[in-house]
């Protein structure tokens, strides 16, 4: 069975950083897109960061873009988000998920990944 499991969410001051990390079981990760996505109360699920199954080169959304970092470690099968200069409009869940279709590159819909997480909560104050 198919796992995707998010951790280190939590809650922090604007300005501060937290690093989420993404861990899969039961299949091997390394050449599926692998994206990050988020939802706050009351709106819909929105595209935070993607990373390429073939090139691993990276995409961001405009919000996020110099303040978090998608890496992964395809050794122990985890991406991570790191996320530094943090604001209240961060706050949210944040679910990775990963597209193991990989012949076009990572899309910012979340319709087009076919494996998700539960999602971690991570919430910014003033």
């Known amino acids: 069975q198919v796992y995707l499991g998010e951790a280190g969410g939590g809650l922090v001051q604007a300005g501060g950083s937290l690093r989420l990390s993404c861990a899969g079981s039961g299949r091997t990760f390394s050449t599926d897109h692998m994206g990050w996505f988020r939802q706050a109360p009351g709106k819909g699920r929105e595209f935070v960061a993607a990373s390429s199954g073939n090139d691993y080169s990276t995409y961001y959304a405009d919000s996020v873009k110099g303040r978090f970092t998608i890496s992964r470690d395809n050794a122990k099968n985890t991406v991570y988000l790191q996320m530094n200069s943090l604001k209240l409009e961060d706050t949210a869940v944040y679910y990775c998920?990963?597209?193991?279709?990989?012949?076009?590159?990572?899309?910012?819909?979340?319709?087009?990944?076919?494996?998700w997480g539960q999602g971690t909560q991570v919430t910014v104050s003033s």
């Open positions: 998920a990963a597209n193991s279709r990989t012949l076009r590159p990572p899309s910012t819909s979340e319709w087009t990944y076919n494996y």
